[in-house]
C-alpha cells in the first residue's frame, strides 16, 4: 500500500493556504510599523521632489520586520514614481566580499545586458560596468544591504567602502543605499574613511510585545484558514513564545505555520496549543540544523573541532585544544587554516548563535582560562556538520586532547550540570576573596 494514500481524499478538518505564512509572503500591512513606515517614506519622499534621499541605517533584532518592511515601502514608493526608482536587494551574510558584492548589484540592476560571471572579472572591470550601467539609468537607484554589519566586519570593510563610493561616481543616476542590521554598534566599528562617507539618518525597530505579536498573528491568519479553526489560546500561547524570544515575530508566524501542518496531517478538528508545543519542539530542532546547515566552512570545521574534542572527554574543554585540533582538521581535509585571532573570533560567533556555551575563570598559575561546552546534543550536531560535502571525508585521526587538567576534581566535568556546578563554584571562591 502507497504510505501516501491515507492523504488523498482525506477529509480533514484543518485545511490552510500556508504560502500566506511562508517567509517570502510580503503582505499589505504591517501591524505596530506604522510609525517605522512614516518614517521610512518621509526619508524616501525625496525621490518626489527629484532629490536623493539620504542612506538610511535600520536597526533591529531579528524578526522585527525590518527588512519585509523596507520591501513593502520601496514597491509603495515605485508605484507612486511609475517605476523611477531601481532596487536592488543583498543579503550581505551570502556576499561579503567587494567581487561578489559588485557582481551581484550588477547582476540585480539589469534586466537586459551582460550578466557579469560568478569568476573572471577584476573588481576594477566590474567597479567600471556597474557605475557604467547606473549611469545609463538615469534616475534613481536603492541598494538594499541586508545583515551590512557582514560587510564591516569583513576584511575592515572594504566591500562597503566599494558600494559607498558608487554613490559618489554615479553623476547621471541618484544612488542611495538602505542598510539593515541588528548591530547597535555598527557605526563605532567602522573605519573613518566609511563612517565619513555614510551620512546617514537612523530608524530603530523596536522589538514586539506578546500583545503586539498576538494581533500581528491574527492579522497574518486572515485568509490562511477558516475563522475559527485556530483556536484562541493557540495564538497566545505563539505570541507568548515569541515574545520569550526577543519579540520575534517570524518565529511567531512560522510556530504556527508549523502547528497548521500538524494539525492538518493528524486530522485535528481545529489547532490548540498542543500542536503548538509540537510545532515548537519541531521547529527549535530546525533552527538548530538550519543555522549549522548556513554556517560557513570554517566555523563549521571550528565546531566540528569543538564537538569531536568534546567526545573524547567529559573533562573541561579549553579553547587552546580546539585550536590545535581545528589545525589539525584543516590539515587532514586540506585547507589553509584562519589566524588564531580569527578562530577565537568565530568561536565567539558561535557562541553568539547558542551553538556553544563559554566563560572565563581565573585558575591561578595556569592564568585566566577559556573554558567551553557544545550547547546541545553532540551526536546531532555532528551530523549536521558533516553533511557540509567539504567535510564528509573527515576520519579525525589526528584529534586528541590535552593533558593540562586531568588532575582537576570530579565536580568539573563537562556535563551541563557538571559545568554550571564548577563555574558557580568558581564564582563563590572569587566572592569569598
Not at 524578526?63 to 520601496?74: A, F, L
Not at 536603492?142 to 554615479?170: A, Q, W
Not at 558561535?350 to 575563570?361: A, C, F, H, Q, R
Request: net charge negative.
Amino acid at each position: 500500500m502507497n504510505p501516501f494514500s491515507k492523504y488523498i481524499n482525506s477529509e480533514n478538518k484543518v485545511s490552510a493556504h500556508l504560502e500566506l505564512l511562508n517567509e517570502s509572503f510580503i503582505p499589505d500591512s504591517f501591524p505596530h510599523r506604522e510609525e517605522e513606515i512614516q518614517h521610512l517614506v518621509d526619508i524616501l519622499s525625496s525621490v518626489i521632489r527629484n532629490t536623493r534621499p539620504s542612506n538610511i541605517l535600520i536597526y533591529g533584532k531579528t524578526g522585527t520586520g525590518k527588512t519585509s518592511t523596507t520591501r513593502h515601502v520601496i514597491s509603495l514608493l515605485k508605484e507612486a514614481t511609475n517605476d523611477r526608482v531601481t532596487t536592488c536587494y543583498l543579503n550581505c551574510q551570502v556576499n561579503d566580499t567587494p567581487y561578489s558584492v559588485l557582481t551581484t548589484i550588477v547582476n540585480g540592476l539589469s534586466d537586459a545586458g551582460e550578466k557579469i560571471p560568478l569568476l573572471g572579472w577584476t573588481t576594477d572591470r566590474i567597479y567600471g560596468e556597474l557605475v557604467s550601467r547606473i549611469n545609463g539609468l538615469s534616475g534613481f537607484v536603492i541598494i538594499i544591504l541586508d545583515e551590512i554589519d557582514k560587510l564591516v566586519e569583513k576584511s575592515g570593510g572594504d566591500s562597503l567602502y566599494v558600494v559607498l563610493k558608487i554613490l559618489e561616481e554615479s553623476t547621471l543616476s541618484k544612488v542611495s543605499i538602505i542598510g539593515i542590521t541588528n548591530d547597535t554598534n555598527i557605526m563605532s566599528q567602522m573605519e573613518p574613511r566609511i563612517k565619513s562617507r555614510m551620512n546617514q539618518e537612523s530608524l530603530i525597530f523596536p522589538p514586539y510585545n506578546a500583545t503586539q505579536l498576538k494581533d500581528i498573528l491574527k492579522f497574518r491568519l486572515r485568509g490562511v484558514t477558516n475563522e475559527g479553526l485556530v483556536d484562541e489560546g493557540a495564538i497566545s500561547l505563539c505570541a507568548a513564545i515569541g515574545a520569550q524570544e526577543n519579540g520575534d515575530a517570524r518565529k511567531v508566524i512560522n510556530l504556527m505555520r508549523i502547528a497548521i501542518e500538524i494539525a492538518e496531517r493528524n486530522g485535528c478538528e481545529k489547532v490548540t496549543e498542543k500542536e503548538v508545543y509540537a510545532a515548537r519542539d519541531k521547529f527549535e530542532m530546525d533552527v538548530v540544523k538550519e543555522t549549522i546547515l548556513t554556517l560557513p566552512l570554517h566555523n563549521k570545521i571550528i565546531l566540528l573541532s569543538t564537538i569531536v574534542t568534546q567526545e573524547l572527554s567529559d573533562k573541561l574543554l579549553i579553547t587552546g585544544e580546539i585550536m590545535d585540533n581545528y589545525r589539525a582538521i584543516c590539515n587532514e581535509l586540506g585547507f589553509q587554516a584562519l589566524t588564531s585571532r580569527r578562530a577565537s573570533d568565530i568561536l565567539s560567533e558561535l557562541e553568539e548563535l547558542g551553538l556553544v556555551i563559554t566563560t572565563t575563570k581565573s585558575l591561578g598559575r595556569y592564568g585566566r582560562t577559556r573554558f567551553v561546552r557544545i550547547n546541545g546534543d553532540l551526536a546531532i550536531f555532528k551530523k549536521y556538520v558533516l553533511e557540509d560535502d567539504n567535510l564528509s571525508l573527515f576520519k579525525g585521526k589526528n584529534v586528541t586532547r590535552q593533558a593540562r587538567f586531568d588532575n582537576i576534581s570530579g565536580e568539573e566535568r563537562l556535563t551541563k550540570e557538571g559545568f554550571d556546578e564548577f563555574i558557580n563554584k568558581m564564582d563563590q571562591s572569587d566572592d569569598d576573596s
